[in-house]
C-alpha cells in the first residue's frame, strides 16, 4: 500500500513537471498541438477581438495561417497569406524573433471613434514582449479612412522593432502608386498616432521624366510636419502641415519653385525656365494654389497664377485655374482635367483669354486679341481649338476659328477660317519653338476689300498667299509670295502675284508683277547696304500708290551698286501730278548714271514744267549732267513768271559726294535783278550740286539790291 501510494505521488510530480514541457513542445514543433493552442486562445482580449483560421504548418519549422482579423474600436485589421518562422531561443526572453515572415495582403481599416478612448496610454504590444521582424515582406497593404482617404502601396519589405511603445522600422521599401519608397523611422504609441519618418521617393512613369523626392515628416495625426525637397524632374522646396488626420483632415503648404521647365516633359515652350512661390490648402473636398510665377523664356516678367480644384484616382481635376500677366493684364482661365498617364499627361482642358497681346512687354505689340476661347484634349500631341478675334499691327479686328495639334516643339494648325476685312481667309500652317523659332502660313484669301483700310480703294480682291518667317520678331528672315490675284479694284480688274524677301537689312522682290486695268508694276531684285533692282511700271492713277495724290507715271530701269555710288539706267515720263498742294505738269528723266566705273560716260537729261509749290509758280526745270565721273559737266536752269535761274558746274563725283566748281550763275529778272558770277568757285554737295560761296566772294550786278529783294524775286 505504501509502495502504491509512493509510486502514485512520483506519477502525479513527473507528470505536473513534464506535462506542460509536452504541451510547449507539442505547441512548438507539432501541427496538431499548435491548432490546439489555436482553438483555445480567448477571441476577446479586452477591447479588442481576435480571430484567426487555416492555420498549419509549426512554429519550430515554419507557419502558415490563412487569415487573422484583428478588430477594435477604431480600427479593423485583415491579414491574409501570412507565413513565417519564429526562432525559439528568443521566446525565453520573452522576444519574438521573426527571421522571415510574409503577409500576402493587409487590410486597415480606420473607423471613427464613436466614444472617448480608453484610459491610459496606448501601446502597440504587452510591456512584456517584444517582437523583433529581421525580414517582413507584405504584398499589398491597403489603408482605407471614414473621410474617405484612400492609399495602397505594393511590395513593401523592411525589417522592424515592435515594443510596448514604438515602432522602429528600417530600410522599407515599397510602391506606392507606381513609385518605389524607401523609408525610416519610428511610429510612437500615442493618442493621436505620432511619427517621425524619412522617406525617398522615386517615380519613373513610362514616357514622362523621372521624379526625385526626399521628405520627412515629424509630429502626429492631428499636426504632422512635413518637408519635401524635389529635385526632379524640377527644383523645389515644400513646407506644410497635415492637420487633424483622424477627423476633417486637411492640409496647407508653402512652395518655393527655384527652376521649373517643360523641356523635362520633351516640351519645348518659349516659356523657358519658370520661377515662383505658391502658397496652398486643401481638405476632402478639393485644393487651392496661388502665387506669383516668372517664365524667363519670356521676357516678360511676373504672371500671377490660380489653381482650384481636386485630385483622386491619379486624376487632377481643376475647377478654376487662371494665369494672369501683371504688367499688361493679359490674361488666361481654364478648367478640366490632368490625368497621370503613361506617355502623358492626357489633358481635356477649356477655357478662354482675354486682352492677349504679343510681345506681352514693351509698347509695341504685333498682335492683339481682346478676347477668345480654347480647348486641349488628348495626349501629346494633342487636339487644339482656338476661336476668337484679334488684330495684328493697326489693322482691323477680325474674327478667328481654327483648330491643330500642339506637339513638344510647336503647333501645326489646319485650315483656319478668318473673317477678314469684309472677305474670308482659309489658312493653314505652324509655329515653331524648337529647335529654333520659326512660323509659316498659306491658304487663299477671298472677296478681300481695300476699303477696310482705305476708303478711297473699294473693291473685291482674292488672292493666294504662303509666308514663313525664322524668328518671332522683326529681325527675322521673312518670306511672303502672292499669287493668283483676280478681281477688280475701283472697278478695275485686278491681276498679279510675286515674291517678297525680308533678311538683316535687306528686302527682295521676285518676279512682282502686278496688274489694274491698263496699270501695270513689275519688280525683280534686292534693296540693302547694296542694290539690284529692275523696275518697270505704268500707273495712270498715282491715287492707288497714295491717297489724295494725282497723276499719270511711266518708268522703268534698273539700279544697282551702293547708295552711296549707284548705277542708275532708268527712264521716266509722266504728266498731270498733284500731292499736298504740289503740282507738276509734265516730268521727263532719263538718267544713265554709273559714278563706280571711272571710264563710263555718264548722262542725264531731267525736265520738269510748271511746277506749283506754296502759291508760286516755276515754269520750266532742267537739269542735265554729262561726262566721267572724274569730271561730270552739270547744268540746271529754271524759269518763272519774270525771273530765269541758269548755273553751270565740273564736279567730281566720289562716295555720293560732289565736289568741284561753279563756273557760271546767273539770275536774272527785272531791270532791278541781274546777277551773275564774278569767277569761279569751290562747290561740295552729298548727292545733289549745291554752289557754297566764300564770305568774301562778290556778285556782280547793276546795282545794288537788298536781301529782301532776292528773297521776294527768287520765290523764297
Known amino acids: 500500500m505504501r509502495r502504491l501510494l509512493l509510486t502514485i505521488a512520483v506519477l502525479v510530480v513527473i507528470t505536473a513537471v513534464a506535462a506542460p514541457a509536452v504541451l510547449v513542445w507539442s505547441a512548438l514543433f507539432t501541427s496538431g498541438g499548435l491548432q490546439f493552442v489555436i482553438r483555445h486562445l480567448p477571441q476577446q482580449l479586452g477591447p479588442v477581438r481576435l480571430t484567426i483560421t487555416g492555420v498549419s504548418g509549426t512554429v519550430a519549422r515554419g507557419l502558415s495561417i490563412q487569415r487573422i482579423e484583428i478588430e477594435q474600436e477604431v480600427v479593423h485589421i485583415t491579414l491574409t497569406g501570412i507565413e513565417g518562422r519564429i526562432a525559439l531561443r528568443p521566446l525565453v526572453l520573452q522576444t519574438i524573433r521573426v527571421a522571415h515572415g510574409k503577409v500576402q495582403n493587409a487590410l486597415i481599416e480606420v473607423k471613427r471613434r464613436t466614444r472617448p478612448s480608453t484610459p491610459g496610454p496606448p501601446s502597440f504590444v504587452p510591456a512584456w514582449l517584444i517582437l523583433n521582424v529581421e525580414d517582413g515582406q507584405l504584398g499589398s497593404v491597403k489603408l482605407s479612412v471614414y473621410n474617405g482617404y484612400r492609399l495602397e502601396v505594393d511590395d513593401i519589405r523592411s525589417a522592424a522593432v515592435i515594443r510596448q511603445h514604438y515602432i522602429r522600422f528600417f530600410s522599407a521599401e515599397g510602391s506606392l502608386e507606381g513609385a518605389h519608397v524607401n523609408a525610416l523611422g519610428t511610429l510612437r504609441a500615442t493618442d493621436p498616432l505620432g511619427m517621425e519618418v524619412k522617406a525617398h521617393v ?22 504632422l510636419n512635413i518637408v519635401a525637397h524635389v529635385t526632379s524632374p524640377f527644383r523645389a522646396d515644400v513646407t506644410g502641415q497635415a492637420l487633424d488626420l483622424t477627423h476633417r483632415w486637411h492640409w496647407a503648404a508653402d512652395a518655393v519653385v527655384q527652376s521649373f521647365d517643360l523641356h523635362a516633359w520633351n516640351m519645348n515652350t518659349p516659356l523657358g525656365n519658370m520661377a515662383g512661390h505658391i502658397a496652398g490648402s486643401g481638405a476632402e473636398g478639393g485644393f487651392t494654389a496661388q502665387g506669383p510665377v516668372t517664365p524667363a523664356g519670356l521676357h516678360a516678367g511676373v504672371f500671377e497664377v490660380q489653381l482650384s480644384g481636386n485630385y483622386a484616382n491619379r486624376v487632377l ?68 481649338r482656338l476661336s476668337g478675334r484679334g488684330r495684328a499691327a493697326e489693322l482691323p ?24 476685312f469684309d472677305g474670308h481667309a482659309s489658312v493653314s500652317g505652324s509655329v515653331q519653338w524648337s529647335p529654333s523659332q520659326s512660323w509659316s502660313v ?13 476708303s478711297d480703294l473699294p473693291g473685291s480682291l482674292s488672292f493666294s498667299f504662303e509666308a514663313s518667317a525664322r524668328g518671332f520678331d522683326t529681325r527675322g528672315d ?50 540693302g547696304e547694296r542694290v539690284d533692282v529692275r523696275f518697270a511700271g505704268i500707273v495712270h492713277d498715282l491715287s492707288l500708290l497714295a491717297p489724295g495724290a494725282q497723276g499719270e507715271l511711266r518708268a522703268a530701269g534698273t539700279m544697282r551698286g551702293t547708295l552711296a555710288e549707284p548705277e542708275i539706267v532708268a527712264g521716266a515720263h509722266g504728266r498731270d501730278f498733284a500731292w499736298q498742294g504740289i503740282t507738276l505738269k509734265a516730268l521727263d528723266a532719263d538718267v544713265d548714271f554709273n559714278p563706280g566705273a571711272p571710264d563710263a560716260l555718264s548722262k542725264i537729261d ?47 563725283y566720289t562716295r555720293g559726294v560732289f565736289s568741284g566748281q561753279l563756273t557760271a550763275l546767273s539770275v536774272a529778272g527785272s531791270e532791278q535783278l541781274r546777277l551773275s558770277l564774278e569767277r569761279p568757285t569751290r562747290s561740295c554737295a552729298r548727292g545733289v550740286a549745291v554752289p557754297r560761296r566764300n564770305p568774301g566772294q562778290p556778285l556782280r550786278g547793276r546795282r545794288v539790291v537788298t536781301r529782301h529783294l532776292v528773297r521776294h524775286a527768287l520765290g523764297q
Open 442 to 454: 498659306k491658304g487663299r484669301a477671298t472677296n478681300i476689300n481695300p476699303a477696310v483700310l482705305r
Open 606 to 652: 531731267a525736265r520738269l514744267r510748271q511746277l506749283t509749290f506754296a502759291g508760286r509758280t516755276v515754269e520750266t526745270v532742267v537739269l542735265t549732267l554729262d561726262g566721267p565721273p572724274s569730271a561730270y559737266n552739270v547744268r540746271f536752269a529754271a524759269t518763272a513768271a519774270g525771273l530765269a535761274v541758269g548755273a553751270q558746274a565740273t564736279e567730281a
Open 478 to 527: 521673312l518670306t511672303a509670295t502672292f499669287s493668283d490675284i483676280s478681281g477688280r479694284l475701283r472697278g478695275l480688274a485686278a491681276s498679279g502675284g510675286g515674291t517678297l524677301t525680308h533678311a538683316g537689312t535687306t528686302w527682295g522682290f521676285s518676279n512682282v508683277r502686278v496688274g489694274l486695268g491698263t496699270a501695270h508694276l513689275a519688280l525683280d531684285g534686292k534693296v
Open 202 to 223: 522615386d517615380w519613373t512613369p513610362a514616357g514622362q521624366p523621372p521624379w526625385t523626392v526626399a521628405a520627412t515628416a515629424r509630429g502626429d495625426l492631428d499636426a
Open 317 to 384: 481635376s481643376a475647377q478654376h485655374m487662371e494665369a494672369r500677366h501683371v504688367v499688361s493684364g493679359a490674361r488666361i482661365s481654364g478648367s478640366g482635367t490632368i490625368g497621370i498617364v503613361d506617355h502623358g499627361p492626357r489633358l481635356e482642358l477649356k477655357g478662354e483669354w482675354s486682352d492677349f497681346r504679343w510681345p506681352l512687354a514693351g509698347r509695341q505689340a504685333a498682335v492683339r486679341s481682346p478676347a477668345g476661347s480654347f480647348a486641349v484634349s488628348g495626349v501629346m500631341p494633342y487636339q487644339v
Open 397 to 420: 479686328e477680325m474674327a478667328v476659328d481654327a483648330s491643330g495639334t500642339l506637339g513638344k516643339d510647336g503647333l501645326t494648325f489646319e485650315p483656319a477660317e478668318v473673317e477678314l
